[in-house]
């Protein structure tokens, strides 16, 4: 999965995902044979990634949908502590590749994707908890209800639970308005 809004006109950003075709190695690493596991010196030059969904011309050489992924570097700031208990501002320069494997995702994570075949667990987590917004989209990113399996058991109130009163007062004048709008659309067809 995409960790970073790299070109997110051609659907290169945060949560896309895709399978790893390929890793690129750094020109100055070391062949690596065929071991097992292997330690790298320095950072790949990229990564080919097949996205599930792109808007990505074919690249040359590349077969369809397959992009490079190149290492992305930040720099942000960080206070730290010396011994003398004074405060410190030092700059940190991150370099990395923008993806993580993908085995399950966060409702965050999934909002706007549809995913084949889904297993949701709607359970009450450990140390947080979950709202009729949360389990709606556990629920909905499945491509239909064939694909869609709920991993354990959870608590009635999980679903039965009252929709939040913020939301209910926000869907409520978005009906106002809805109505309001057709009115005034159906008074102006008409010449009213």
Same mark, same amino acid.
């Given at each position: 999965?995409?960790?970073?809004?790299?070109?997110?006109?051609?659907?290169?950003?945060?949560?896309?995902?895709?399978?790893?075709?390929?890793?690129?190695?750094?020109?100055? #690493?070391?062949?690596?044979?065929?071991?097992?596991?292997? $330690?790298?010196?320095?950072?790949?030059?990229?990564?080919?990634?097949?996205?599930?969904?792109?808007?990505?011309? +074919?690249?040359?050489?590349?077969?369809?949908?397959?992009?490079?992924?190149?290492?992305?570097?930040?720099?942000?700031?960080?206070?730290?502590? !010396?011994?003398?208990?004074?405060?410190?501002?030092?700059?940190?320069?991150?370099?990395?590749?923008?993806?993580?494997? *993908? $085995?399950?995702? !966060?409702?965050?994570?999934?909002?706007?994707?549809?995913?084949?075949?889904?297993?949701?667990?709607?359970?009450?987590?450990?140390?947080?908890?979950?709202?009729? *917004?949360?389990? $709606?989209?556990?629920?909905?990113?499945?491509?239909?209800?064939?694909?869609?399996?709920?991993?354990? /058991?959870?608590? /009635?109130?999980?679903?039965? +639970?009252?929709?939040?009163?913020?939301?209910?007062? #926000?869907?409520?004048?978005?009906?106002?308005?809805?109505?309001?709008?057709?009115?005034?659309?159906?008074?102006?067809?008409?010449?009213?």
């Amino acid at each position: 999965m995409v960790t970073l809004n790299v070109k997110t006109n051609l659907d290169i950003a945060n949560g896309a995902r895709g399978t790893i075709e390929r890793i690129i190695l750094h020109s100055n #690493e070391p062949a690596v044979g065929n071991k097992p596991i292997v $330690y790298l010196q320095y950072m790949p030059a990229y990564v080919l990634v097949k996205l599930n969904r792109t808007r990505v011309n +074919q690249l040359d050489g590349l077969t369809e949908s397959v992009i490079p992924i190149e290492p992305a570097t930040k720099t942000f700031t960080i206070n730290v502590k !010396t011994s003398r208990g004074q405060i410190q501002r030092k700059t940190v320069k991150q370099c990395q590749l923008p993806i993580i494997g *993908a $085995y399950a995702f !966060t409702d965050y994570r999934l909002q706007g994707q549809t995913i084949a075949p889904v297993i949701a667990d709607i359970a009450r987590p450990p140390c947080a908890t979950l709202d009729l *917004a949360n389990v $709606y989209v556990a629920l909905s990113q499945s491509s239909g209800r064939d694909n869609i399996r709920i991993l354990r /058991d959870f608590a /009635d109130e999980t679903v039965l +639970q009252p929709l939040n009163t913020e939301l209910a007062g #926000e869907d409520n004048q978005l009906e106002r308005l809805n109505i309001v709008s057709f009115l005034l659309t159906t008074q102006q067809s008409t010449g009213q």
